[in-house]
C-alpha cells in the first residue's frame, strides 16, 4: 500500500480536471479560492480516511526486546 497522499490544489474548475485528477489517483482536489481552514479541514479529512483503512489493514511492528515499534501509525496534524 502506498502511503503517498496526493492533493491537488488548482485554478482549475472544469469537470474533466477534477475527473483527470482523481482517474490519476488523488486523494482530494481542492479550487482556488479556498480557505487556510478549508485546507486543513480537508487534509485532516484524508487522515481519517487513511487511518480507518489502516484499522482494517495488517499492523506491522518492530520488536527489539521488551520495546514494540508500530511502524504504521499515523501522525495527527494539530
Known sequence: MNDTII???TARGEDYSH????DAGA???VTKPFSPRELV????AVFRRIEKQNLFAERKYIQIKNLNI???LQATIY
Do not use: T
Not at 475527473?19 to 482523481?22: L, T
Open 7 to 9: 492533493m491537488f490544489l
Open 19 to 22: 475527473v483527470a485528477a482523481y
Open 27 to 29: 486523494d482530494d482536489y
Open 41 to 44: 479541514s480537508r487534509v485532516k
Open 70 to 72: 508500530d511502524i504504521d
